[in-house]
């Protein structure tokens, strides 16, 4: 009887390990970019690319950045629901969900932290250092300032085109004097590109006046002191906290008839007048192209140096800038781009 038992275990032990041998060979085949395990259910049966993406708020910018990097993953090659999977998260414009989203990456074991906008890829940085998982973000204007551009990390920035402004802004205000600023004090993005601003402007003819707010509760407040200054134009910046109250500010300022200019297409599409700004989409595909490389092995963040968008455009919304009273200059209208059409 023992005999009998003792074969039926033995039996029962090389099934088992035949099991183990099988699955085992029907494992993923790709190689994650941090070596972890990758989530599985591709529609190949090969195991998935998981990759987090942080967005720190809602607003048309960013989300055309998330947008353009999915595009980006796909013209390389790679599907969603065939080579990788996405956990999106987003933080409302807060500082501690953004860290909390990190955090969750992290326990995730993800492949990859992607970040949208500043706060959110300081805070993926932070959570994916000890596990050493690559961070990759877009929609950053100064990834030195911040600390982003050394280590496991690396992107695409969206340095504003200033000195294009502000020529903008003379061909269609040539006697405009002064131009106001609403910028989160606590935005690096925000607080580099005013220091841009107050170093050029005095070389094209204008003044800058600025207000720092410190939540979008204070955005409103903010107009009220540059139109109580007298300016005579505002210029948005890629300001997240700012951006996402960009009707409240249109709304104050279109009833004082004070224009103002955007620094994105999304922004000119809200009814901002004009602006020499960025394609959101375009940042992202290239955010993508980027992220692909590595996730395959073809690259590393430590050695691709972010890369900042070269290219921008001039964008009018002829109906905001006839409401201003602007007239579009011949040889703005040659070039710039009708967000209206």
Do not use: W
Not at 20 to 37: D, I, Q, T, Y
Not at 191 to 212: K, M, Q, R, T
Not at 321 to 326: C, H, N, S, T
Request: hydrophobic share 40%; glycine share 10%.
């Amino acid at each position: 009887m023992k005999t009998m038992k003792n074969k039926k275990r033995f039996a029962s032990l090389l099934l088992a390990l035949a099991l183990s041998l099988s699955l085992a060979a029907c494992g993923g085949e790709k190689s994650p970019a941090n070596g972890n395990s990758s989530t599985g259910g591709g529609e190949d049966g090969k195991d998935m690319y998981l990759i987090g993406i942080s967005q720190y708020g809602e607003h048309a910018s960013l989300d055309n950045c998330r947008i353009g990097f999915l595009q980006g993953l796909e013209e390389a090659g790679l599907k969603e629901g065939v080579d990788f999977k996405v956990d999106y998260q987003n933080a409302g414009f807060d500082d501690n969900i953004a860290t909390q989203i990190g955090t969750t990456f992290s326990a995730e074991n993800v492949d990859m932290m992607v970040a949208v906008a500043t706060p959110s890829a300081t805070a993926c940085f932070a959570a994916a250092e000890d596990k050493d998982i690559p961070v990759v973000f877009t929609a950053i204007t100064d990834p030195v300032g911040a600390k982003l551009d050394s280590g496991n990390i690396t992107g695409t920035s969206d340095v504003l085109p200033v000195e294009g402004q502000l020529k903008l802004i003379r061909d269609l205000q040539p006697h405009a004097g002064t131009i106001g600023i609403i910028y989160t004090t606590s935005e690096a993005n925000s607080v580099y590109s005013v220091g841009v601003y107050e170093e050029l402007a005095a070389s094209a003819g204008f003044a800058i006046e600025s207000v720092g707010v410190t939540s979008q509760a204070e955005v409103t407040q903010a107009v009220d002191t540059l139109l109580s200054r007298g300016v005579d134009c505002l210029s948005n910046l890629t300001d997240n906290t700012v951006v996402g109250v960009l009707p409240a500010i249109l709304e104050k300022t279109n009833e004082a008839g004070v224009p103002v200019y955007g620094s994105e297409v999304e922004q000119m599409k809200l009814g901002c007048v004009a602006g020499a700004g960025l394609d959101y989409i375009k940042l992202g595909i290239q955010t993508g192209q980027m992220a692909a490389k590595i996730l395959r092995g073809e690259a590393t963040c430590q050695d691709t140096p972010y890369e900042v968008i070269e290219n921008f455009d001039l964008y009018v919304n002829p109906e905001a800038l006839g409401a201003m009273g602007l007239a579009i200059p011949e040889d703005v209208a040659s070039t710039a781009i009708d967000v209206t059409k």
